[in-house]
């Protein structure tokens, strides 16, 4: 916190929806302005990947095509605000506020002074189990109700799985866990800022590490990636502290902190919602053992983990009006 507090000089960030660094930018965007409230950082963010960066903005970024208006010239705009900043130019008119951000879909860029008033207001949705197997996104939550999910530590038969290298795929990949559909979107519907939530469990173990994916499905029936959180449960509630869960007991785990949605929903479009564990070979493994999942092995993983996900759990979506 000292630290932040003592960064004095101005900050431009620049990130894109689909930057795995994305959560790095932003982590020191609201730790800076959080232990300095006036700090002059300022945030941009777009439809692009962590090369886009440094070599620009292409026709597409990773199967998705940017609007006209987000094919900026990022190494253009950092030179202009430069200028600004050591040179007393004006400040570029894209970088309006202190979060800058283009909204996929309607081809404009809007602007903010917080990520907090980057949403007019926030939608909840529940993740509701099926009884056939099919899990819902609906307005009001079932408690009662309950999706298990069973993995296999010792199964290695996906060592050698790779997730889809696209943000737009015509099928949605098996690793994502349990899949929660809305209804169709009557409306357009814009989504802008950080979604939040709330998962309610119970494990057999005492860790787990969880990934839940924000997905649309478009009315031709493709799936575009949207935003995604992960988390070392045993640190939900202290991201210096790790903090072992009891097994067979009923827990509740805040999503915070996670990435920006910036897209205008098409009317007939479905939000679509994955939630599983975290089980491939690019990301360490956590088997849930108790031990540093640096030193675990195979031999700790035991009974395959268990996870009970409840109707309580919710996502409460950033919309704009």
Request: aromatic share 8%; glycine share 8%.
């Amino acid at each position: 916190g000292d630290e932040f507090a003592g960064i004095d000089i101005p900050v431009l960030a620049t990130t894109g929806y689909f930057d795995g660094a994305q959560i790095g930018a932003l982590h020191y965007f609201r730790e800076h302005l959080k232990q300095r409230p006036d700090a002059d950082h300022t945030l941009l963010i777009g439809p692009y990947e962590h090369f886009t960066m440094q070599t620009g903005v292409p026709e597409q970024v990773q199967g998705y095509t940017p609007d006209p208006v987000a094919r900026i010239d990022l190494q253009a705009l950092r030179l202009a605000w430069f200028d600004h900043v050591l040179k007393g130019a004006a400040k570029p008119a894209l970088l309006g506020d202190r979060v800058n951000w283009q909204v996929m879909g309607s081809n404009r860029w809007r602007h903010a002074a917080t990520l907090e008033a980057m949403p007019t207001r926030k939608q909840r949705l529940y993740l509701i189990p099926g009884t056939d197997g099919s899990q819902q996104l609906a307005a009001t939550a079932a408690p009662a109700r309950s999706s298990l999910q069973r993995v296999d530590f010792r199964d290695r038969s996906d060592a050698t799985w790779q997730a889809p290298r696209d943000v737009i795929n015509p099928t949605l990949d098996t690793h994502a866990g349990l899949v929660f559909r809305s209804e169709p979107f009557a409306q357009e519907t814009e989504l802008s800022g950080a979604f939040s939530g709330t998962l309610d469990f119970s494990l057999n173990k005492q860790d787990a590490d969880v990934a839940l994916a924000i997905y649309e499905l478009t009315a031709d029936g493709n799936y575009l990636d949207l935003a995604y959180w992960l988390q070392r449960l045993s640190h939900a509630q202290d991201p210096g502290q790790r903090l072992l869960l009891a097994p067979s007991q009923r827990h509740r785990v805040h999503v915070t902190d996670s990435r920006l949605l910036g897209r205008r929903l098409a009317a007939g479009s479905r939000l679509v919602v994955t939630l599983g564990v975290i089980k491939q070979p690019d990301r360490q493994l956590n088997l849930g053992s108790g031990k540093d999942p640096s030193d675990e092995t195979v031999a700790d993983a035991g009974a395959p983990l268990e996870i009970r996900w409840y109707g309580s759990s919710h996502i409460d979506l950033p919309i704009r009006d």
